[in-house]
Antibody, heavy 115, light 112 residues
């Protein structure tokens, strides 16, 4: 059974950093591109970043470029999102998802940016 | 960025009724390789999104066949043939043909 389990969320002050993790199981993690998608409270879905299966290519939405870094450790079957210089508008539930048609999603982790 | 416009924003249906949701794109979603990367997702209350349809009309494994997708280029439709109680939630279209990947604003399905 495919499972994606996010962790690392919480309350953080504006300007500070947070690192999210997504532990994958039930499939060959190193064969798949992976993504982070977020959802602000009561809002729709917004793609954040994608990383290729081997980590050699990364892609970001403009609003997080230079602040967020997506990475992966294929030996640990884990996806990461390092979030620096956080802003109030980054407040959202963050989902990791398999980029292949977005066929599998984690349960999500809440990030609240507030003083 | 590609804008996906979903209509209606809210849909109210009785059990057994057939309904359709429209997703219109600001650009053609036909890729140079001949594929169209338009998917449909359902987010039930309090849950993560779930893939229903990929590449316009392909039913994801395990998804009931009362769900179907159709369309081309800029105009796409999700049809539910015989709504069931478990179908309530917010339906999203999403495109992965053009960067950045974008989602529609959602259609909330309510059960009367």
């Amino acid at each position: 059974e495919v499972q994606l389990v996010e962790s690392g969320g919480g309350l953080v002050q504006p300007g500070r950093s947070l690192k999210l993790s997504c532990a994958a199981s039930g499939f060959t993690f190193s064969d798949h591109n992976m993504a982070w998608v977020r959802q602000a409270p009561k809002k729709g879905l917004e793609w954040v970043a994608t990383i290729s299966y081997d980590g050699s290519n990364t892609y970001y939405r403009d609003s997080v470029k230079g602040r967020f870094t997506i990475s992966r450790d294929n030996a640990k079957s884990t996806l990461y999102l390092q979030m620096d210089s956080l802003r109030s508008e980054d407040t959202a539930t963050y989902y990791c998802a398999r980029h292949d048609n977005f066929d599998y999603w984690g349960q999500g982790v809440m990030v609240t940016v507030s003083s | 960025d590609v804008v996906l416009t979903q209509t209606p924003p809210t849909l109210s249906a009785t059990i057994g009724q057939s309904v359709s949701i429209s997703c219109r794109s600001s650009q053609s979603l036909l890729d140079g390789d001949g594929d169209t990367y338009l998917n449909w997702l359902l987010q039930r209350p309090g849950q993560s999104p779930q893939l229903l349809i990929y590449s316009v009309s392909n039913l994801e494994s395990g998804v009931p066949n009362r769900f179907s997708g159709s369309g081309s280029e800029t105009d796409f439709t999700l049809k539910i043939s015989g709504v069931e109680a478990e179908d309530l939630g917010v339906y999203y279209c999403m495109q992965a043909t053009h960067a950045p990947l974008t989602f529609g604003s959602g259609t909330k399905l309510e059960i009367k």
